[in-house]
């Protein structure tokens, strides 16, 4: 399969998008494209730590979690606005990161994978059991909407314009450090520590910083959820959730950012879609994932495509695309 | 002439196997100075005592005066150390200017405010940056392949590139193990007027590990010795050829190697 990221089909795209809620008012058709947004970035954020540093995490859903604990936490109890309490949660979920990763990035591959599995069910039992801030099992209700100068965003329509600035700022961030001299450390880090310790990279800092940034960017995704849906309780936060945000990165091809976008959106959308197979969906759709990491294991959009080094063009060097055979 | 590289009673043992054996050896500032000795005698691992990949059992290592026996591989890289592996040790999805980059370091040290809202100052360090190993590519005769990925290039250059990657740290010393393993007659030739011409031109201290003898005599200032771990013989490269004992541990390496 060949797509082409040329300008023209990204605008054709982006204005589809933009005109979206525009042709159709049914708020279901909004809904499914917002959670498909708050799980664009779950997925970007994941492939920033798993697919582009190589850390694999299967506790991803627990900085989204705390995400949106914190967020509903400060703007029910203390009022918070929910533009301050989007920067509020992804700053604890990335200091939840830091703390994390301090004595775990230490850890190799699977060791690295079941310490962040074992996270990921603590903090979904700490949301359980302290009833007394999270109301355990019953969730919390009542989350406010966003306000812009006392104006209520209530609409769909606005948390669908909200995602996808909340998307675009997401890509161009990373976009930016990808591409940056971090960026290019952190790929020494996944490819090989002793070597990038030869060169003078400290390989826990750069893992470290991968694994900040993207629970900072899942909290970020979580805040936002919990405004919209206006109800969270712990049952979202589950394993489940953590493995779907892995298959999308997977799926979508890891370490690449427009893969991980593909791979949120066909598995939002696929569910959805194949809902008249009614039970046999899931049994279909496991089929289909087993088919494509058999026939392209490197994802929709991994290894294949190698994306032009924008270290070098910033520095005026002109034209620079590098490529990888596959 | 003072000393760059210091090291005193150096040990390292594995379990019950002592791979470098209380050694001690000096590097003169400017000095090419070469390692040789039978296969195991400790080389690599002597290079591993100096990098940091190993902290020795027992002794010191002093750089430029500074005790740096217990600092981390990327502390000595910063303090001025850098190495090429017997192993080809590329990064070899990136390409080969790409290499370079983050052995620099202006660009693997990086802030993240900078790289995310970084605008002219940025670009004119990572011009700076590009321009600086472009020009170790041009040295190491690599700038028509910058772009190749690492994987692709043939073995001989590989090698060069792994040097060159040493040299983007901007070090002071650069340790070279086996830089000419696997290169032909030609490729070598060059390899010893591109080692002379990071001593002389960019004024850098060699440190290196060489099995091939003619390319060792030529090209040190001093050698030493090793053999089971052990610092058999120093001196100059007349002496070395002369030295009894350096000739019977290379006598008799058939015999060694079957013990291991
Ligand atoms: N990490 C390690 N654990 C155990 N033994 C090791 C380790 N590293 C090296 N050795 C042993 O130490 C001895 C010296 O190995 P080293 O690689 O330093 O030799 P060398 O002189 O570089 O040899 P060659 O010329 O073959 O490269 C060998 O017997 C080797 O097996
Ligand atoms: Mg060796």
């Not at chain 1, 909200?162 to 675009?168: K, L, N, P, S």
């Not at chain 1, 940056?180 to 826990?204: C, F, L, N, R, Y």
């Not at chain 1, 919209?228 to 690449?256: K, Q």
């Not at chain 2, 190993?54 to 502390?75: A, C, M, S």
């Amino acid at each position: 399969m060949k797509i082409k990221l040329t300008k023209p089909v990204l605008a054709v795209v982006f204005a589809l998008l933009l005109a979206l809620p525009l042709v159709t008012t049914n708020n279901y058709v909004l809904h499914i494209f917002i959670s498909m947004g708050i799980y664009v970035i779950l997925s970007l954020s994941l492939n920033f730590v798993t697919g582009f540093a190589g850390q694999l995490s299967l506790g991803h859903a627990a900085f989204y979690g705390i995400g949106s604990y914190v967020g509903a936490l400060i703007m029910l109890n203390f009022h918070v606005n929910f533009f301050l309490a989007l920067i509020i949660s992804a700053v604890v979920s990335g200091l939840f990161g830091f703390l994390l990763g301090l004595p775990t990035l230490r850890l190799k591959g699977d060791y690295l994978a079941i310490v962040t599995l074992g996270f990921g069910e603590i903090v979904r039992l700490v949301f359980i059991n302290w009833a007394k801030v999270t109301r355990g099992p019953l969730g919390l209700p009542g989350i406010p909407k966003p306000t812009v100068f006392g104006v209520e965003l209530n609409t769909s329509m606005a948390f669908y314009y909200m995602a996808i600035v909340m998307i675009i700022v997401t890509v161009v961030i990373m976009n930016k450090i990808i591409n940056s001299g971090i960026g290019m450390a952190m790929q020494t880090v996944k490819a090989d520590e002793i070597a990038a310790e030869s060169v003078g990279i400290q390989p826990i800092k750069y893992k470290m910083l991968a694994f900040v940034i993207s629970s900072a960017f899942a909290g970020i995704a979580g805040c936002f959820y919990a405004s919209f849906i206006s109800y969270i309780s712990p049952t979202t936060f589950i394993y489940n959730t953590s493995v779907t945000i892995l298959a999308m990165v997977v799926l979508g091809g890891l370490g690449s950012i427009p893969g991980s976008i593909v791979g949120a959106v066909i598995l939002t959308l696929a569910p959805e879609l194949l809902r008249f197979l009614s039970n046999y969906r899931m049994l279909i759709f496991g089929a289909l994932m087993v088919v494509m990491m058999i026939y392209r294991p490197q994802g929709f959009w991994g290894a294949g495509k190698r994306v032009k080094n924008i270290y070098k063009i910033k520095a005026g060097g002109g034209k620079h695309v590098g490529h990888i055979k596959g | 002439m003072s000393a760059i590289l210091k090291v005193s009673n150096a040990t390292m043992q594995f379990g019950g196997l002592v791979a470098v054996d209380d050694v001690s050896v000096v590097q003169r500032e400017g000095e090419i100075l070469s390692l040789i000795g039978p296969n195991g005698a400790g080389k690599t691992t002597f290079f591993n005592l100096l990098t940091g990949v190993y902290k020795p059992t027992k002794g010191q290592i002093l750089f430029l005066d500074e005790d740096i026996t217990n600092l981390k591989p990327y502390e000595r890289v910063e303090k001025g150390i850098s190495r090429t592996f017997q192993n080809i040790r590329l990064f070899s999805e990136l390409t080969t200017l790409e290499n370079l980059l983050v052995a620099h370091p202006d660009c693997n040290r990086e802030g993240l405010i900078e790289s995310i809202f970084g605008r002219s100052k940025l670009i004119a360090k990572r011009s700076k940056v590009v321009e600086d190993c472009e020009n170790i590519l041009e040295m190491i005769g690599l700038k028509d392949q910058e772009l190749e990925l690492a994987t692709n290039l043939p073995y001989g250059k590989q090698r060069l590139l792994e040097i060159g990657r040493a040299l983007a740290t901007n070090p002071r010393l650069v340790l070279l193990d086996e830089p000419g393993a696997g290169m032909n007659g030609l490729e070598k030739e060059e390899l010893s007027s591109l080692i002379i011409n990071i001593t002389k031109k960019l004024n850098k201290n060699i440190l290196l590990i060489e099995h091939d003898m003619k390319f060792v005599m030529s090209i040190s200032d001093r050698i030493i010795v090793f053999d089971h771990g052990v610092k058999i013989a120093e001196g100059l490269p007349e002496e070395i050829q002369n030295n009894q004992q350096v000739i019977e541990a290379y006598l008799g390496r058939g015999i060694t190697d079957d013990e291991e």
